[in-house]
């Protein structure tokens, strides 16, 4: 079942209305577009809305379509404003567009990827998905900076993320290579770990630039 | 690599007198020091601290007949090198022909270690590698394969444990027995980056001491000495060279260091195939539980609290300052000596005026030699033995890490604990320790602080011994310092321009002190102390004796009295202030004189103490200020401290007068 791009519009429009908003429906006329579009009879036609007096109501079926179709917003606003650096109206657009082809599981891969995100770059919490929920259970952290770690905690440093070259060297030389283990002995109040057979206290400022996997 | 045996030919070493060279390299904390110290009997300050040596060391040996020049160089991590101290050590490098370069490093680290070893390899350098600190490997259980790694290599590799002794000659025969790096490997990079060195390395025509191959990697880490070296060695191939370094940094801008170091990571790892071994489960030693007590602040404050007891107060403070002044000062020089030499000084010379030179009030000996042998000696003597043993146990780093989060509102990193610390032993010792710190605004911050705030130990001594005998008084001054110590302190990080540092720091394992060493180090210690302030001492009084013959000195502690009573002092003190120019320490003692003849009562006390603790660093700590701060920043910051102790003076005896606290 794949619904048209407006489709998925009205349904995420909807979803915040009633989900977050409160509201037990939403006016078609809030819409950008006319009220006898298409795309509504596509949602009714599908049992994911009915329209009673001219108001948009959810059908049990299409209020989880449209915390799915929020969920790949937001992810997409993610993916555009952290990882690409579009920003602005211009990172808006964007993501409106290319939620549309976060669909048959590259959804998930997308989310996997950006580690489960849990909000939006606006602050606004993403629905969680399977792969969430899943993650949260194996308590898998998936790639995280060092400063996320617990005391004596142990993992594998994935990479260095920093634009300082001299950062990137000194954290070089004292072994923190991707591939190599490092176990994280305190977090407080600087951070101690050790790589080998040798134990480094760093701040802050650079253990947020290590990353790393359980 | 054949390289170098072209470069390191016979008739070369010839020219150099028949002396050989021999550079000791290596990362920090690897026991360069003591392995140079070993060879060469001579003494370079050695500690269980990274980054102890600053400078580079020149001693000789003859091994087996054959001169031998060794050099001892700060630690480096790798011959791409990013801090000043580094830079120091690829000097030699770079610049001096060593025929041999012995490369130190701490067995328990070998993998880490050992990309350094590939570099100095690749660069074409006669190497002899030293596997150190063998003894608390094997007390981790770790086996390391000597021979294997010797083949793999293909140089010289021994095995040591130079703290211990052990291994040292087998380290002299090497050097005798060097012949050439004919058989040395040649270690293979990926296909895409051995293209980028050919590439590079095929466009240089100049002479260098490194190989090419070396070089071209450098240039390629956009190394700034290297390609001004580049740009003077190669004339007008320079710009075609630039040009196609330019291009492949900019193809690779991506991860070209990373790249890099991966690379080299796995060269290692296949080298450590076979070579090394450790035990499943990690062996914790009770060092490592000391450590782990050491480093959290719920058990790491009580502990520094019971270190700063003890060491401080009860060593330096009640035993150096008290029982052992009171001894030498008192007992012998006030009562024995003292009387004794004037007598004999008098039946020698028949002239007053210089009997005054060596027996007066200010004399030679009965106030130079006696302040800085009975009074100084004793307290800095203490200090010393304390701050050397805990700097072998490896204690500071952990200070450091501990504090790292407060030094952050004053510009600094938790690594300026050494020279604060230091400080508190000797200023100026101190100042030239802050070049340890990585950035010139840390520098001139910790210069700041240390030229305002921390007292020595022989005015601490002095201090305490005189103030203990009013209460309140001792917290009302070590109150104002510590006012003093934030405000100035959050204040130039406000003001100084520059961003804020990073900490980073080795943490070495905790070791019990050899005492042999502590011994060592204090005397050094108070040997380099005592040429740079007995030579003071004496011309102090030397000073001070044509200041009275000549009525010139009258006349400055007349110009000095109005100064003097506008923060409430009498005009005796003055004395003390002029002392003071000469040594800090010295201005103290002659408070201590003042105080013992009665002449002034707590809050007059006080204040002259705050005043003087603040005032201008002695001579010997200015003179170090301006070698490493430049005589801009210095006298910027003599004025500064001199304007704010007389300030802080004359608000502190206003305060003490409208509260009527210490009256």
Aim: glycine share 8%.
């Amino acid at each position: 079942m794949k619904l048209s791009e407006k489709a998925e519009e009205i349904l995420e429009s909807l979803w915040t209305a009633v989900e977050e908003g409160g509201a037990a429906f939403l006016d078609p006329e809030k819409m950008s577009f006319p009220t006898d579009d298409p795309a509504y009879l596509e949602l009714t036609s599908q049992t994911l809305i009915e329209i009673r007096q001219g108001m948009i109501y959810f059908r049990p079926e299409g209020r989880e379509e449209g915390k799915m179709s929020i969920r790949r917003h937001r992810l997409a606003e993610r993916l555009l404003m952290d990882v690409l650096n579009i920003r602005g109206n211009d990172g808006e657009i964007k993501a409106c567009q290319f939620e549309h082809l976060l669909n048959d599981g590259a959804d998930i891969k997308l989310c996997t990827m950006l580690n489960h995100p849990a909000t939006c770059p606006h602050g606004k919490p993403i629905p969680p998905g399977e792969c969430c929920l899943q993650a949260r259970a194996q308590g898998d952290l998936g790639v995280v900076p060092l400063t996320e770690f617990k005391s004596g905690q142990e993992g594998e440093i994935a990479y260095i993320q920093t634009d300082d070259n001299k950062k990137m060297q000194k954290l070089m030389a004292m072994g923190v290579l991707p591939g190599n283990r490092i176990v994280l002995m305190q977090a407080y109040p600087s951070y101690i770990f050790r790589v080998g057979y040798s134990e480094f206290a760093i701040d802050s400022n650079l253990a947020k630039e290590i990353f790393v996997r359980k | 690599m054949a390289s170098c045996c072209s470069k390191q030919t016979l008739s070369e070493t010839e020219l150099n007198g028949d002396v050989k060279r021999v550079a000791l390299v290596g990362n920090p904390n690897v026991g360069k020091s003591v392995l140079f110290n070993a060879l060469t009997g001579a003494y370079v300050t050695v500690s269980n601290y990274p980054g102890t040596s600053v400078e580079v060391a020149r001693g000789s040996a003859v091994i087996s007949g054959q001169q031998w020049e060794v050099i001892d160089t700060p630690g480096m991590y790798s011959i791409h090198t990013i801090t000043e101290e580094e830079r120091v050590a690829r000097e030699i490098l770079l610049h001096e022909t060593p025929d041999v370069v012995v490369h130190v490093l701490d067995a328990r680290n070998l993998e880490r270690m050992l990309a350094m070893t590939i570099q100095l390899i690749e660069a074409g350098l006669p190497v002899i590698l030293v596997v150190n600190i063998m003894d608390e490997a094997e007390r981790m259980g770790l086996r390391i394969d000597l021979k294997l790694l010797q083949q793999k290599l293909g140089i010289p590799v021994i095995g040591a444990a130079t703290a211990r002794k052990r291994g040292i000659d087998e380290i002299r025969t090497a050097l005798h027995d060097y012949r050439c790096a004919c058989d040395q490997q040649r270690f293979e990079y990926s296909r895409l980056l051995e293209r980028d060195i050919s590439e590079v390395a095929g466009l240089m025509q100049g002479e260098y001491i490194l190989s090419r191959r070396a070089l071209a990697l450098l240039l390629l880490q956009q190394d700034e000495e290297i390609i001004e070296l580049a740009r003077q060695r190669e004339g007008d191939g320079y710009a075609p060279l630039t040009e196609k370094v330019r291009e492949i940094t900019f193809e690779r801008r991506e991860s070209f260091h990373l790249d890099l170091s991966i690379e080299r990571k796995d060269m290692v790892r296949r080298i450590m195939h076979g070579v090394f071994s450790a035990p499943e489960k990690r062996v914790v030693t009770p060092a490592e539980r000391l450590s782990n007590l050491a480093v959290r602040p719920l058990t790491g404050i009580p502990m520094l609290m019971i270190v700063l007891y003890f060491g401080l107060y009860q060593f330096v403070g009640v035993f150096g300052a008290g029982t052992v002044v009171d001894f030498i000062e008192k007992k012998f020089f006030v009562e024995i000596f003292n009387p004794w030499i004037t007598g004999t000084v008098k039946s020698l010379i028949p002239w007053e005026i210089l009997q005054e030179l060596f027996v007066g009030e200010y004399g030679i000996i009965t106030l130079g030699i006696r302040y800085a042998v009975g009074i100084i000696l004793p307290i800095v003597a203490t200090f010393f033995v304390f701050f050397s043993f805990l700097e072998d146990t490896g204690y500071f780093p952990r200070l450091a890490l501990l504090v790292d989060r407060i030094f952050k509102y004053f510009g600094l990193t938790g690594r300026a604990v050494i020279p604060m610390v230091l400080g508190f032993g000797c200023d100026t010792m101190a100042t030239m320790v802050t070049r340890t710190l990585e950035t010139t605004r840390e520098r001139v911050i910790a210069t700041i602080l240390l030229s305002l705030t921390i007292p020595c130990s022989a005015q601490l001594g002095v201090i305490i011994s005189l103030l203990s005998k009013f209460p309140g008084a001792l917290a009302v001054w070590s109150g104002c310092l510590l006012l003093l110590f934030i405000v100035v302190g959050l204040l130039s990080a406000k003001i100084l321009p520059g961003e804020a540092p990073m900490f980073y720091m080795e943490l070495p394992p905790m070791r019990m002190p050899q005492l042999g060493n502590v011994v060592t180090k204090t005397y050094t210690r108070m040997q380099w102390y005592f040429i740079e302030i007995l030579p003071l001492f004496v011309l102090a009084s030397v000073l001070l004796w044509l200041g009275k013959i000549t009525g010139l000195f009258e006349k400055m502690v007349a110009a000095m009295t109005p100064v003097m009573a506008s923060i409430g002092l009498p005009k005796e003190t003055a004395v003390a202030f002029i002392f003071g120019f000469f040594r800090r320490d010295y201005g103290a003692a002659g408070l201590y004189e003042l105080q013992t003849k009665g002449l002034m009562d707590a809050r007059q006390l006080t204040v002259a103490a705050v005043t003087l603790t603040l005032f201008i660093p002695c001579i010997a700590q200015f003179l170090v200020m301006k070698k490493e701060r430049g005589w801009k920043v210095a006298g910027a910051i003599g004025i500064f401290v001199s304007l704010l102790a007389f300030g802080s003076g004359y608000v502190l005896n206003r305060a003490l007068l409208v509260t009527g606290l210490l009256s």
